[in-house]
């Protein structure tokens, strides 16, 4: 038998072999006796009939059909005789046997490419290290003031402080009516910077019971006009700061003063901050180590990975089913590169955890629970059980392992970032 | 001409007596006899034949439905001969197998 293993593009292989008759026949003896075995002859009981006569009347087609068996177990014995790891599906590309003396098959097939981790220590990576302006916690303390205000019904909206309830009709250019572009009873916040300007000028003083025509502007950009009809107008009264407030936005009691609130409010926005700036660490951690080792990306890696992402896609729709118009092929196409780095993290992810030794130990899962066990109400000893059993948890508390030892050993600058009030 | 080897009987049982005995079965014509059968063998398969041994298969009764009413008749007999050969020879009935 002659075996010859090609290198394709990444880490696919070719396997050419070639095995003589004489290293046939043991195999289609097999072939011929397990249809035998099956065989139903005039004459005989099934399975009786005799081989020689099996092999007189079906030899030839029996051979032919067992050529992909032969290689087959021709192709496994190698794969396990050279201890590969193999990825895919392999595949018979080629195959030509000339009847009393050779087979030859190709067959190509992927691999877990070999990785070694040369570069992790040493990565230069810069924190974002947040700082909260003034209007930023300004912004947030207003809009919670406008999540808790109460409206006092008004007769007419003489600043931004407004909730204005209105109908809308288009109208063409002479001024009718166009049927069915309307809209009954919208209520508008005057305050909010996302209407249309033409649109808040033309609120401007407006009355319960009055009607206006505003020139704007349509899609297209082409002029347009509305009919706007006030039926109520409401003046928003914001909450006072005090005590009482303070209780119900941080829940907690020891919040006395609008400073000691302020602090509070910038202290929430910072952990949301730091949370971000962890994430963005990570990221840029992940794809730097991407770059510093070159890895190859198995076929079979990322079809995993794309068919991952159009599940959980999948479950952005009602009963999880795709919409109509929605291309698998094109789907993949355009998500293709973030699962080629994805697979590449996760090879080297786990040869990371292989190398190192990394595993995920009990005070781990008990951190884990311990954070989570108030967000779910469940005391932490009951859920450190499930999490145990859960895959998920377990590879996100390696991951993060992971990251920490190469953050440990990185060049980390930390750059500062203003948060000003959000546009 | 009268035709003496209609066709070799192959079934498992024959195929037992041909590894155990060296027996052969054939179907033969009707009317012939042992004396031609042997001589036919012996020519037809370039062997020795020590013994042949005939019988004679009784054709089934079988009825048919017809419009005009039941008819009735009978299949044909056949004539079955066992030949045994001499114990150096041999028979390939299914050709020469590589």
């Known amino acids: 038998m002659d075996l010859k293993l090609n290198d394709l593009e990444n880490s696919k292989k070719e396997l050419i072999a070639e095995l003589s008759y004489e290293e046939l026949v043991p195999h289609f003896d097999k072939a011929i006796e397990k249809y035998r075995k099956k065989s139903n002859i005039p004459g005989f009981r099934k399975g009786k009939a005799p081989l020689n006569m099996i092999k007189k009347l079906y030899g030839e087609g029996i051979e032919y059909s067992s050529l992909e068996d032969i290689a087959n177990d021709v192709f496994v014995k190698y794969i396990i005789d050279n201890k590969m790891d193999l990825m895919s599906k392999a595949s018979i590309t080629d195959m030509d046997y000339k009847p009393k003396e050779k087979l030859t098959f190709k067959v190509e097939f992927e691999i877990m490419p070999e990785i070694k981790i040369e570069n992790f220590e040493g990565l230069e990576l810069k924190k974002t290290k947040y700082i909260i302006d003034d209007s930023r916690v300004e912004d947030e303390i207003q809009y919670h003031r406008l999540r808790n205000a109460t409206n006092e019904i008004d007769g007419v909206a003489l600043d931004d402080n407004y909730i204005i309830t209105v109908d809308l009709q288009n109208l063409d250019e002479n001024g009718n009516i166009i049927i069915g572009q309307s809209q009954k009873d919208l209520r508008i916040y005057l305050g909010n910077d996302n209407i249309f300007p033409e649109f808040k000028e033309g609120f401007k003083g407006i009355k319960e019971g009055e009607v206006r025509i505003i020139d704007s502007k349509n899609a297209e950009g082409g002029d347009k006009k509305v009919q706007v009809t006030c039926t109520k107008v409401e003046k928003v009264v914001l909450p006072e700061l005090n005590e009482d407030f303070f209780k119900i936005i941080t829940n907690k009691e020891d919040i006395k003063t609008e400073e000691e609130f302020r602090a509070e409010i910038r202290n929430e926005i910072q952990k949301i901050y730091d949370g971000i700036s962890d994430r963005k660490l990570d990221n840029d951690t992940v794809n730097e180590m991407i770059k510093a080792n070159d890895i190859p990306a198995p076929e079979r890696y990322i079809d995993v990975i794309l068919n991952g992402m159009i599940e959980d896609y999948k479950r952005q729709f009602p009963k999880q089913q795709l919409p109509k118009d929605f291309s698998v092929e094109d789907f993949k196409k355009e998500k293709r590169v973030d699962a080629i780095l994805q697979a590449k993290w996760y090879l080297i992810r786990e040869k990371m955890i292989e190398d190192f030794k990394i595993t995920a130990e009990e005070e781990d899962y008990l951190k884990i629970a311990e954070e989570n066990a108030g967000r779910y109400n469940i005391p932490a000893d009951k859920l450190i059980e499930a999490y145990k059993e859960n895959e998920d948890v377990k590879m996100k508390i390696l991951n993060d392992k992971v990251l920490d030892m190469i953050l440990k050993k990185a060049k980390i600058e930390e750059v500062e970032e203003e948060v000003k009030k959000e546009d | ?98």
């Open chain 2, 1 to 98: 001409m009268k035709t003496i080897l209609v066709k070799p009987l192959i079934t498992e049982k024959n195929t037992l007596l041909q590894e155990t005995l060296n027996q052969y079965s054939f179907e033969v014509g009707i009317k012939s006899n042992k004396i031609e059968i042997k001589r036919a063998v012996e020519k037809k398969f370039n062997v020795r034949v020590s013994n042949v041994r005939t019988l004679v298969l009784k054709g089934k009764k079988k009825s048919q439905m017809t419009r005009k009413g039941r008819f009735e008749g009978y299949r044909a007999d056949r004539k079955k001969a066992i030949v045994t050969l001499h114990k150096e020879d041999k028979i390939e009935l299914l050709g020469n197998i590589e």
